[in-house]
């Protein structure tokens, strides 16, 4: 971790994150809402329109995984090999349980 911001006025917490070629801006907004929140009074199995994960392609794949599993990180099955291109992913969660992909380069 870089550094941490948060700003009251400004209505936001960010975190910088850096590893090697791989910086990571994470912005939480004050006003924002969550997924709970918004459907708490929906019917069950209804989504919200958005991103369902995103990922990032990383060069040293198994130094990440070990990484990840010291730091204690929520994954989301286990490792697999893309059948048509050959290289390695796993998915994680972040803190309020949005999927991560990471990809081997």
């Known amino acids: 971790m870089l550094n941490k911001v948060e700003s009251e006025e400004r209505g936001f917490k960010q975190a910088n994150?850096?590893?090697?070629d791989v910086l990571i801006e994470l912005i939480e907004l004050n006003s924002s809402l969550t997924p709970?929140?918004?459907l708490e009074n929906q019917p069950k199995k209804t989504k919200i329109d958005g991103f369902f994960k995103f990922g990032f392609r990383v060069t040293e794949f198994d130094k990440w995984v070990d990484a990840l599993k010291k730091l204690k990180v929520e994954f989301y099955g286990d490792v697999v090999t893309d059948g048509l291109s050959g290289k390695r992913m796993l998915l994680i969660y972040d803190p309020d349980g949005n999927r991560i992909q990471i990809f081997e380069k």
């Open 36 to 38: 709970k929140k918004l």
């Open 17 to 20: 994150l850096n590893r090697g």
